[in-house]
């Protein structure tokens, strides 16, 4: 749900990170803000236990610049993606306008992300959403390591809405602005 | 395409609310006030000469409230419609507007509790009444195929890797 506020002349949209532990949700913002140009971001907020394991959500606010007469922001948020959270998940995803979700491609986390791809679905509906009504893109994470999924099987399980699947190694940069700008073009579309 | 309702804020709901946040400050003598939204996007502000993060503030302000309200469900209450925190120079009061805003006052040890508590109800409900003319929600029509296009661009330049550090 964007917050539009014409005095303001300003569009806020909030886009959530999703997936499970150690995918790669806080590496793909904290990539974000080290190579975004500064004058668009703002501060990076991280709420994380001592091990730097996200506890409720890292945020980072992004504007954009004056498109017909509006100024655009997206604010982005990271869930915790231990299931122990779930909690704290379900109220990061409050009021979200798009979910971009992070997949550890590699084959021993197929459990994982499977739980944590249903679990988002039983968030949403608990608040009265689905996946169909939001801005939605899978990224398939960590492609630069070995034993990993193929996108077209990692895509059967875990995108069931035929969203786009875009392809990343987070850690190395790849795939995180596409992702981005994948996710946020999907928030616009399914607003206008 | 399914379209999704979202909070509209029109130049005169602004215009109300900004009157009344700056009439608010000057009755409690308070540093800061502020509307943000739920989802934790600040909406607007009163403020002289304090200017806290404001996104940073509303991010987590609204996530404090959620968790809140959240800790009123496990504890059987039916809600917690506010939410206090005293510090050494700064207290901040959060309280519910309605379903999607919330009000954020900060304010000196020196502004007793029970006058901002007050003074905050009675503010409610006239923001309340401000927040539910719905009159204006026609202008959410900006967001089309133009917007949409021209956005497009925004991103590709915005949005990429300015290699620095």
Redesign the interface.
């Known amino acids: 749900m964007p917050l539009v506020n014409f005095a303001a002349r300003e569009i806020n949209y909030k886009i959530v990170y999703y997936g499970c532990g150690l995918c790669g949700k806080t590496t793909n913002i904290q990539y974000i803000h080290r190579k975004i140009n500064p004058d668009v971001r703002g501060k990076l907020v991280s709420i994380a236990t001592e091990e730097e394991r996200t506890l409720y959500f890292d945020f980072l606010p992004l504007t954009l610049g004056t498109v017909r007469g509006m100024k655009t922001r997206f604010h982005l948020y990271t869930v915790p993606g231990q299931s122990y959270y779930n909690a704290s998940r379900r109220l990061v995803l409050q009021g979200c306008d798009g979910v971009v979700f992070v997949a550890d491609s590699q084959i021993t986390r197929l459990d994982e992300n499977v739980e944590s791809y249903l679990n988002l679905w039983d968030n949403l509906i608990a608040q009265g959403d689905d996946l169909s009504r939001l801005g939605f893109v899978v990224q398939m994470n960590k492609r630069d390591l070995v034993d990993v999924f193929s996108l077209g099987d990692l895509g059967d399980l875990l995108n069931h809405t035929g969203s786009p699947v875009l392809p990343a190694a987070a850690i190395n940069g790849i795939g995180v602005f596409e992702t981005l700008k994948a996710v946020c073009k999907q928030v616009i579309a399914k607003t206008s | ?11 005169q ?3 109300s609310c900004d009157q009344l946040l700056w009439e608010l400050k000057g009755l409690l003598n308070c540093t800061f006030l502020g509307l943000i ?5 600040p ?2 502000s009163a403020s002289s000469d304090y200017h806290p ?1 404001t ?2 503030l509303a ?2 302000t609204a ?1 404090a409230f ?2 809140t309200r ?1 800790l009123a469900t496990i504890l059987d209450e039916r809600e917690f419609t506010l939410l206090f925190h005293e510090g050494d120079a700064v207290n901040l009061h959060v309280a519910q507007v309605n379903d ?1 805003v919330l009000l954020l006052i900060t304010f000196g040890r020196d502004v007793p509790i029970g006058q901002v508590r007050l003074y905050t109800q009675r503010s409610i409900a006239v923001l309340q009444r401000i927040l539910a003319d719905h009159s ?1 929600d026609d ?2 029509l ?7 296009m ?3 661009r ?3 330049q ?8």
């Open positions: 395409m399914t379209t999704r309702r979202g909070l509209i804020i029109t130049d709901q602004l215009e939204s739920t989802a934790g996007q909406i607007t993060e996104f940073s991010s987590l996530s959620a968790a959240q999607q204006g202008q959410q900006i967001v089309d195929d133009a917007y949409e021209s956005m497009e925004e991103m590709d915005v949005f990429r890797d300015n290699g620095s550090e």
